[in-house]
């Protein structure tokens, strides 16, 4: 028999404010956190990004700083929230695990390093490897609580920190611990990770009077995704650990699933994004008639979101209008390796509201992406009982997680 998971604490550092009550109402209203980037920040070419206000000076100390990038500092103050919000900030937590996902780790670290190299007096900090690591992040959520458990790193692009989690609830529902610290980060906005991006020429364009707007999930005129910075972190506990501390309960991790692609390593395939949400469905021993919303993966590329839009179609068949979808990266943009644990975060307060948050900027509807989208502002959902998360990969690496109403 599996151990009940449940949800107790929440943080999060995101474009839309630095704690989830902030957030969730910006999502509600339709806000967007959302803005141009141009020479003034260091981008030779203006680029539309999700942008976090950010002081780590509570969290960290001026010698506590060095060698600490940026992704790591929202790592630790999104957990930190996460803890005082599961009650937990007096509670030794050296029994328990950390699952955490980041896509890029420490970019801005990384570009310093590359910039001092080709200087004309090539100098690179000594503590560039331990601030660019990948589990770096992780590492100082370990050690900043006295985490002895496991410390797990996911690095599998968008996916990452959806998988942190399923990883976490799995470890949970099989008993090999009963508290994990779980989530991801992202702080990749430097200008050459940027270029990159924009060699791809996957990016939305920033142009015109509303680069708030840029993201545009489902809509005719979708011009690309938004990159996006920032942090969420989820307290998963056992059931039992959480109902002897009289811990309040957001929702139930209900189930969790993967699939592969192994087709393309950029184009999504229905199929395979098919196969993980019903993997996650069975997982959590539900019909999908019975979930009633699904925060999509929705990055508004003109591929991406058409692939989805039949992968629910096939899952979900004739049932397909009863499902209320959104894809809150109109407003917070794609964190990347960061995106599935802020989406899930999204979701569980979703349940816990009984609201489903929109699709903002999509006004002139695509008629490729057949689907019940929530559009503009959100809605009430008083009857909403569970609802799943997507997250589709660069490499066909596809996690679903499904959450349950807190009982």
Request: some cysteine.
């Amino acid at each position: 028999m599996s151990t009940k998971v449940v949800v107790t604490g929440l943080g999060v550092v995101s474009p839309l404010g630095n704690d989830p009550e902030t957030l969730f109402s910006g999502l509600m209203q339709g806000r967007s956190g959302i803005r141009r980037l141009g020479a003034e920040q260091g981008f030779d070419q203006p680029v539309a990004a999700g942008v976090v206000e950010f002081d780590p000076a509570p969290w960290f100390s001026k010698l506590q700083l060095s060698g600490v990038d940026r992704v790591s500092q929202f790592a630790v103050a999104a957990a930190s929230m996460a803890r005082q919000d599961a009650g937990l900030a007096d509670t030794p937590l050296a029994d328990a695990s950390v699952y955490f996902g980041t896509g890029m780790g420490g970019a801005g670290t990384l570009e310093q390093a590359y910039a001092g190299h080709f200087s004309e007096r090539p100098r690179v900090s000594p503590l560039s490897v331990v601030g660019s690591m990948t589990n770096a992040a992780a590492s100082h959520i370990g050690m900043r609580f006295g985490v002895q458990g496991p410390t797990m790193t996911y690095s599998v692009a968008c996916a990452s920190s959806a998988l942190a989690v399923g990883e976490a609830y799995r470890a949970i529902a099989r008993g090999e611990t009963d508290i994990a610290i779980a989530g991801g980060s992202e702080a990749l906005l430097v200008p050459g990770i940027v270029r990159a991006w924009q060699a791809m020429q996957t990016l939305a364009s920033p142009e015109g009077e509303h680069p708030e707007a840029a993201c545009r999930p489902y809509s005719l005129s979708r011009s690309g995704l938004v990159l996006a910075e920032g942090a969420a972190v989820l307290i998963l506990e056992s059931a039992e650990r959480a109902a002897a501390r009289g811990a309040k309960v957001y929702a139930e991790v209900a189930g969790f699933g993967m699939s592969s692609d192994a087709s393309h390593i950029t184009k999504p395939d229905a199929g395979g994004q098919a196969r993980a949400m019903r993997a996650a469905l069975r997982d959590a021993g539900l019909a999908p008639t019975d979930v009633g919303y699904c925060n999509t993966h929705g990055t508004a590329t003109k591929v991406g979101d058409v692939i989805e839009c039949e992968a629910l179609r096939e899952v979900w068949g004739d049932a397909i209008d009863q499902l209320q979808i959104s894809a809150t990266k109109s407003m917070h943009g794609h964190l990347l390796g960061g995106a599935g644990a802020m989406e899930a975060l999204i979701t569980v307060l979703a349940l816990a509201k009984q609201q489903i948050p929109p699709t903002a900027h999509s006004d002139d509807p695509d008629p490729a992406c057949v689907a019940n989208i929530v559009r503009g502002k959100g809605v009430d959902a008083p009857k909403l009982q569970a609802a799943i998360s997507n997250s589709f990969a660069f490499g066909g690496s596809n996690a679903v997680l499904v959450f349950k109403r807190a009982a």
